[in-house]
């Protein structure tokens, strides 16, 4: 304490003295960038101040950030994505010393929401399962992880979406990086005569894979869609729109990504259900044909049928092979999801309350497959998970686990069916539906992979949550305007 209180009180000092320091070593190892040195240290308390007085611009420069990151191996055993996941961990130091000097900083109506709870719930139960994991370390570093996505992305923006220009921002601030991406990634792909195998050749540093991609831009679809049906008719910006929309439609079409595809659909077909309030229709015939589904795979073994030919299930670099391999369930992806698959509900029959504790399913899983659906990609040398959300939570978190994230996540888009439907304004009223289409899309996406986790998709599910309540406040607010204009009017 005395030396910070010393260095406070003497900063000049401190100053000529690291700038001494600084030119000493720069001249005795011949490395000129110790120089920067003293800049850096006067910058500093300029920076702090101005991070602390404005949070907001880090969570703007967070969403610009998302499609931009790229991720950054830090030591073999960590990696980050930078830099977008160095603002959510610096956006949640910041929101958590703010909270214990100004309590009500997050807002009331997000801490009595009954998303809130299911999150907290969510988190609560992710704690548990921790303590009895296999590998306790792995587990509390998921859980630390997913700490620094439900900050920022669920609890700031209810603190910074008030009005409409600013989901307008938050829209622009998605879409632009985006688009730059997906045209950087179209004039790449010219070189490889926009082949199939091309593709994964042009995402690289933003994006690890042609899924992870496609999941991101299918959703940021979605957005650019309400960004259409929202701007007036014959303004300026309409066409600019138009032109953007044209542009991710060729860059969602050139990823070759069946999954994306599949959600996309999804997206529609959802979007359409909550408009006409069929939501909880088909959620219970969804539940009621995936028993039936689940128990004709397991009567008689009959899950043993799609057991792969090793000889013949490869990957197809010709996309149109690869459709048809598809199929005919001789693509290998598939076939390694099933075997993955197999070996996920063994692991969940063996630990049905717990699990295996996150983030622990590749040093157990090979233990519990079936070697008649091997491939010759199963040695997994990318250490990819389960490649189902749902069945990985089930079987890292127990059967609880996946009931509380199942509450969520439907929980959700019944709040986007709610509120889509008692929102006055038209504006409010499109982003409900958006936002429930986007959830839609991401559960079908997570269906063939698991993405939640990622800084693309998981940053997208959770600010789709924090929307979810700052638009629940605004049917608040517009209840009580209405009933204060009745209350006046019955005065009159």
């Given at each position: 304490m005395?030396?910070?209180h ?14 001494v ?8 190892l011949?490395q ?15 920076v ?32 980050l ?23 009500e ?9 009954p ?18 994991s296999?590998?306790?370390?792995l587990?509390f ?6 700490s ?12 910074l979406?008030?009005?409409?220009k ?36 042009t995402?690289s540093p ?17 957005i650019?869609?309400?960004m ?25 079409i ?12 999804v997206?529609?077909?959802?979007a ?12 219970v ?5 995936a ?8 009567q008689?073994n ?6 792969p ?10 996309f ?5 391999a598809t ?7 598939n ?16 630990k049905?309350?717990?699990?295996f504790g996150?983030?622990n ?6 233990a519990?497959?079936?070697s ?19 069945l ?12 509380f994230?199942?509450l ?24 409900a ?12 996406l997570n269906?063939l992979?698991?993405?939640i ?18 638009l ?9 305007s209405?009933?204060g ?8």
């Amino acid at each position: 304490m005395r030396i910070i209180h010393f260095i406070h009180k003497n900063s000049f000092i401190t100053a000529v003295f690291i700038l001494v320091v600084a030119i000493v070593l720069s001249i005795i190892l011949h490395q000129p960038l110790f120089l920067a040195v003293p800049f850096v240290w006067v910058s500093i308390p300029y920076v702090w101040n101005g991070i602390i007085r404005h949070t907001d611009f880090l969570f703007w420069l967070l969403l610009c950030m998302l499609p931009l990151s790229t991720e950054w191996q830090v030591t073999d055993s960590l990696s980050l994505n930078f830099p977008d996941e160095a603002l959510m961990i610096l956006l949640t130091g910041l929101l958590f010393f703010k909270w214990l000097l100004q309590p009500e900083i997050i807002p009331f109506y997000v801490l009595k929401h009954p998303l809130f709870f299911l999150i907290i719930v969510h988190i609560c139960w992710i704690a548990i399962t921790c303590i009895y994991s296999v590998n306790p370390i792995l587990s509390f570093k998921f859980l630390l992880a997913k700490s620094w996505f439900i900050v920022p992305f669920v609890l700031v923006p209810t603190m910074l979406l008030q009005r409409q220009k600013d989901f307008k921002k938050l829209a622009v601030y998605l879409i632009i990086p985006m688009l730059l991406v997906v045209m950087q990634s179209i004039v790449r792909h010219t070189f490889y005569q926009f082949s199939f195998e091309g593709i994964k050749k042009t995402l690289s540093p933003f994006f690890r894979n042609h899924v992870n991609y496609s999941a991101m831009l299918v959703c940021l679809m979605a957005i650019l869609v309400a960004m259409i049906v929202l701007a007036p008719a014959k303004h300026a910006s309409k066409k600019w729109l138009y032109v953007g929309m044209l542009v991710l439609v060729a860059g969602f079409i050139l990823s070759y990504s069946r999954g994306a595809w599949l959600a996309g659909f999804v997206g529609v077909v959802v979007a359409f259900v909550l408009y006409k309030k069929w939501l909880w229709q088909l959620i219970v015939g969804g539940f009621l044909a995936a028993i039936v589904f689940m128990y004709g795979l397991v009567q008689q073994n009959k899950y043993l049928k799609f057991e792969p030919d090793f000889q013949h299930t490869i990957f197809h670099p010709n996309f149109k092979d690869h459709l048809a391999a598809t199929v005919t369930l001789k693509d290998v992806s598939n076939a390694e999801r099933i075997y993955r698959w197999v070996a996920g509900v063994n692991m969940l029959m063996d630990k049905t309350i717990t699990g295996f504790g996150p983030n622990n399913f590749y040093d157990n899983y090979k233990a519990y497959t079936n070697s008649g659906f091997k491939t010759w990609v199963s040695s997994n040398p990318d250490h990819s998970s389960v490649h189902n959300y749902f069945l990985l939570t089930s079987l890292e978190q127990g059967l609880p686990g996946l009931v509380f994230f199942l509450l969520l996540f439907f929980t959700m888009l019944g709040y986007s069916q709610y509120l889509f439907h008692h929102l006055q304004s038209r504006f409010y009223a499109v982003i409900a539906l958006t936002t429930g289409a986007i959830i839609a899309m991401v559960g079908m996406l997570n269906f063939l992979s698991d993405l939640i986790e990622t800084d693309k998709i998981g940053s997208i599910f959770w600010l789709s949550a924090g929307i979810l309540m700052v638009l629940s406040q605004q049917l608040t607010i517009e209840k009580q305007s209405i009933a204060g204009v009745e209350g006046t009017g019955h005065i009159a």
